[in-house]
């Protein structure tokens, strides 16, 4: 099992930042490629960013590419998301799951892919 909290939520302008965290505890957290996923009021959970479990692999959905960056401390037992020129379509509540599945390199992306989830921070962009 592992236990995952995120923090670093609020209410930010256009054009503004926020630096989203994810706290693990319970199994090795240095042992799971991490995943921010985010879901809009309506909408279906989509991905957002990735990172492997040593950290040199990452991937971004294409709406925060350059915009957005992951990031982990292991010995910190955290995962980060900083997010930059945010835009009202980054409204949403964001969630940081652990990766449990094959063929990270190939579903890294895919929801049914990640096995624990945090219980979600909200992010809401004002224009």
């Known amino acids: 099992q592992v236990q995952l909290v995120e923090s670093g939520g609020g209410v930010v302008q256009a054009g503004g930042s926020l630096r989203l965290s994810c706290a693990a505890s319970?199994?090795?957290?240095?042992?799971?490629?991490m995943g921010w996923f985010r879901q809009a009021p309506g909408k279906e959970r989509d991905f957002v960013a990735a990172?492997?479990?040593?950290?040199?692999?990452?991937y971004y959905a294409d709406s925060v590419k350059g915009r957005f960056t992951i990031s982990r401390d292991n010995a910190k037992n955290t995962v980060y998301l900083q997010m930059n020129s945010l835009k009202p379509e980054d409204t949403a509540v964001y969630y940081c799951?652990?990766?449990?599945?094959?063929?990270?390199?190939?579903?890294?992306?895919?929801?049914?892919?990640?096995?624990?989830w945090g219980q979600g921070t909200q992010v809401t962009v004002s224009s």
């Open positions: 799951a652990a990766h449990t599945g094959s063929y990270y390199s190939l579903y890294y992306y895919s929801r049914s892919s990640y096995g624990y």
């Open positions: 990172i492997s479990w040593s950290g040199p692999s990452t």
């Open positions: 319970g199994r090795t957290f240095s042992n799971y490629h």
